[in-house]
């Protein structure tokens, strides 16, 4: 089993997570103080209106703008107006009302001008369960696939939640079990259940001491969400470079996952943890388009609103005895480094690969075998379809959270995400048309035209007979004004 490290680099704007396998980053993950959402928290919350054309309610939770409750989101209300389960819902006019308090949660961040959308659904997640206080179902990952073991874990959550239940029947409620439940033990099981059930019954005591308004609890950090969904039995260390969040996420351990407190460490080194152990250079080489392979391949990975394109190419591999054996040994490698790249970068939706061709069936299937197991680490879901006619594989990963490029970046001022700039010369014929079109429709003294230095020296050299030719030709003298702050494709036209 590949043996794996967390490295844990803290600061009061920033966390940042590294997770190492053999050497290698496989996953990173960036929480900013400012950016951090709102999903998952619970609040306690006010009805200020109440609004029956929209079925919809704006509660006050505390925040600038009164959040958004819709009438599907309410549970716990009186059942639907008759008994079929078809059967429309209640109105929400005679569900809740103007000054009522609601324990809500929040299920989208507000956006733009819209506030953010609530449930009174409540859902806490653990390690190993995610808690639905007011539901009785037992739910299972979908990435569980086995008919067997899914029976078996809804048998065994069923009975381990029952227990106890006939003294405290406040604690009644349904479970959603996570991926990583799937080779868990019953010790394990109970335990996500006992810290679920604490957490929600510490949310029912605040929201009876608290008043309208108040946060009732708070999604985990990404530095206590390490120990609750990627510290694994794998993992060797689990390095912090702050002593105050080692402290606090020992205590934090000690009350809700005991098995991984012993992993912890505080790293003392004078050199900051990333440079150490050379992260931020897989940071920068993660941003970029094109990726090396060992074998002299490499792949473009291009990322666009709809989807994700990754391109391999063979460069200056020539290792292999003959063509088809270097571009099958290529495209095994490129499985192996585009699954990582996803789970790297955070890629999700739709991503098409354009592996080199290959003419036989068997090399295929092989680079197919190959990318189904890399991604099967992925602790995202991810499906994978075979070769198209085109010779395409497509796949999709479900989308979790923004990808690296886009937390960490925004488009170019330049090209405005384009990529690329207009040249010179072209700049140069486009200032040549405005100036012949403004003369048609005024008549200055002068015409000073002010751009990038690049452009005003092609003016000035390769295009001074076609600069000159204008200028005779509309009879106007025509000055030129080189402005080093200008982008290549900005310039003036100014009538004197």
């Given at each position: 089993?590949?043996?794996?490290?967390?490295?844990?680099?803290?600061?009061?704007?920033?966390?940042?997570?590294?997770?190492?396998?053999?050497?290698?980053?496989?996953?990173?993950?960036?929480?900013?103080?400012?950016?951090?959402?709102?999903?998952?928290?619970?609040?306690?919350?006010?009805?200020?209106?109440?609004?029956?054309?929209?079925?919809?309610?704006?509660?006050?939770?505390?925040?600038?703008?009164a959040a958004f409750l819709h009438v599907a989101d309410l549970v716990g209300g009186p059942?639907?107006?008759?008994?079929?389960?078809?059967?429309?819902?209640?109105?929400?006019?005679?569900?809740?009302?103007?000054?009522?308090?609601?324990?809500?949660?929040?299920?989208?961040?507000?956006?733009?001008?819209?506030?953010?959308?609530?449930?009174?659904?409540?859902?806490?997640?653990?390690?190993?369960?995610?808690?639905?206080?007011?539901?009785?179902?037992?739910?299972?990952?979908?990435?569980?696939?086995?008919?067997?073991?899914?029976e078996s874990l809804r048998a065994r959550v069923q009975a381990l939640a029952a227990a106890?239940?006939?003294?405290?029947?406040?604690?009644?409620?349904?479970?959603?079990?996570?991926?990583?439940?799937?080779?868990?033990?019953?010790?394990?099981?109970?335990?996500?259940?006992?810290?679920?059930?604490?957490?929600?019954?510490?949310?029912?005591?605040?929201?009876?001491?608290?008043?309208?308004?108040s946060l009732l609890h708070q999604d985990l950090s990404l530095a206590e969400r390490v120990?609750?969904?990627?510290?694994?039995?794998?993992?060797?260390?689990?390095?912090?470079?702050?002593?105050?969040?080692?402290?606090?996420?020992?205590?934090?351990?000690?009350?809700?996952?005991?098995?991984?407190?012993?992993?912890?460490?505080?790293?003392?080194?004078?050199?900051?943890?990333?440079?150490?152990?050379?992260?931020?250079?897989?940071?920068?080489?993660?941003?970029?388009?094109?990726?090396?392979?060992?074998?002299?391949?490499?792949?473009?990975?291009?990322?666009?609103?709809?989807?994700?394109?990754?391109?391999?190419?063979?460069?200056?591999?020539?290792?292999?005895?003959?063509?088809?054996?270097?571009?099958?040994?290529?495209?095994?490698?490129?499985?192996?480094?585009?699954?990582?790249?996803?789970?790297?970068?955070?890629?999700?939706?739709?991503?098409?690969?354009?592996?080199?061709?290959?003419?036989?069936?068997?090399?295929?299937?092989?680079?197919?075998?190959?990318?189904?197991?890399?991604?099967?680490?992925?602790?995202?879901?991810?499906?994978?379809?075979?070769?198209?006619?085109?010779?395409?594989?497509?796949?999709?990963?479900?989308?979790?959270?923004?990808?690296?490029?886009?937390?960490?970046?925004?488009?170019?001022?330049?090209?405005?995400?384009?990529?690329?700039?207009?040249?010179?010369?072209?700049?140069?014929?486009?200032?040549?048309?405005?100036?012949?079109?403004?003369?048609?429709?005024?008549?200055?003294?002068?015409?000073?035209?002010?751009?990038?230095?690049?452009?005003?020296?092609?003016?000035?050299?390769?295009?001074?007979?076609?600069?000159?030719?204008?200028?005779?030709?509309?009879?106007?003298?025509?000055?030129?004004?080189?402005?080093?702050?200008?982008?290549?494709?900005?310039?003036?036209?100014?009538?004197?």
């Amino acid at each position: 089993m590949a043996t794996q490290d967390i490295l844990i680099n803290w600061a009061p704007q920033e966390t940042r997570v590294a997770v190492v396998e053999n050497g290698a980053v496989q996953e990173l993950h960036v929480e900013r103080t400012l950016e951090r959402g709102l999903v998952g928290n619970v609040y306690l919350g006010k009805v200020v209106r109440v609004l029956p054309g929209m079925q919809s309610a704006f509660i006050d939770i505390g925040l600038e703008r009164a959040a958004f409750l819709h009438v599907a989101d309410l549970v716990g209300g009186p059942p639907r107006a008759e008994a079929r389960p078809d059967a429309p819902l209640v109105p929400i006019e005679r569900q809740v009302f103007e000054g009522q308090t609601l324990t809500v949660q929040v299920i989208k961040d507000a956006i733009g001008t819209k506030g953010a959308r609530l449930s009174t659904q409540i859902s806490i997640a653990g390690r190993m369960l995610v808690f639905l206080p007011h539901d009785k179902h037992i739910g299972i990952s979908q990435k569980i696939g086995s008919h067997e073991l899914r029976e078996s874990l809804r048998a065994r959550v069923q009975a381990l939640a029952a227990a106890g239940l006939e003294k405290d029947s406040d604690k009644v409620g349904g479970f959603i079990l996570r991926t990583n439940a799937e080779e868990a033990t019953d010790a394990e099981l109970a335990e996500d259940i006992a810290y679920l059930r604490r957490a929600w019954a510490l949310i029912r005591e605040r929201a009876q001491q608290r008043p309208p308004g108040s946060l009732l609890h708070q999604d985990l950090s990404l530095a206590e969400r390490v120990l609750r969904d990627l510290a694994v039995d794998a993992t060797g260390t689990i390095r912090i470079d702050s002593r105050l969040q080692c402290n606090a996420l020992k205590a934090f351990g000690d009350t809700y996952m005991p098995g991984t407190v012993n992993k912890l460490e505080l790293y003392k080194g004078e050199r900051p943890i990333f440079d150490l152990f050379g992260i931020e250079e897989e940071i920068a080489r993660a941003l970029g388009r094109r990726v090396d392979l060992k074998s002299g391949g490499y792949l473009i990975i291009d990322q666009t609103e709809a989807l994700t394109t990754i391109d391999v190419n063979t460069g200056g591999f020539v290792g292999a005895r003959n063509f088809d054996d270097t571009i099958f040994k290529t495209n095994l490698e490129a499985a192996g480094a585009m699954a990582r790249q996803l789970r790297l970068r955070n890629l999700g939706g739709i991503i098409i690969a354009d592996f080199i061709d290959m003419t036989r069936p068997d090399h295929q299937e092989a680079v197919l075998a190959e990318l189904r197991k890399q991604l099967a680490r992925d602790r995202t879901r991810t499906t994978v379809s075979g070769f198209t006619q085109l010779g395409l594989v497509e796949m999709t990963r479900k989308r979790t959270r923004e990808s690296l490029a886009h937390m960490l970046c925004e488009p170019c001022p330049t090209c405005q995400g384009r990529g690329q700039v207009k040249t010179a010369r072209s700049v140069c014929y486009d200032i040549l048309r405005e100036i012949l079109r403004e003369a048609r429709q005024f008549s200055p003294k002068e015409f000073r035209v002010i751009a990038s230095p690049a452009v005003v020296e092609m003016l000035l050299d390769e295009e001074s007979v076609h600069l000159a030719g204008l200028s005779e030709f509309i009879g106007k003298p025509i000055s030129l004004s080189a402005e080093a702050g200008m982008n290549p494709e900005q310039y003036d036209i100014v009538l004197v």
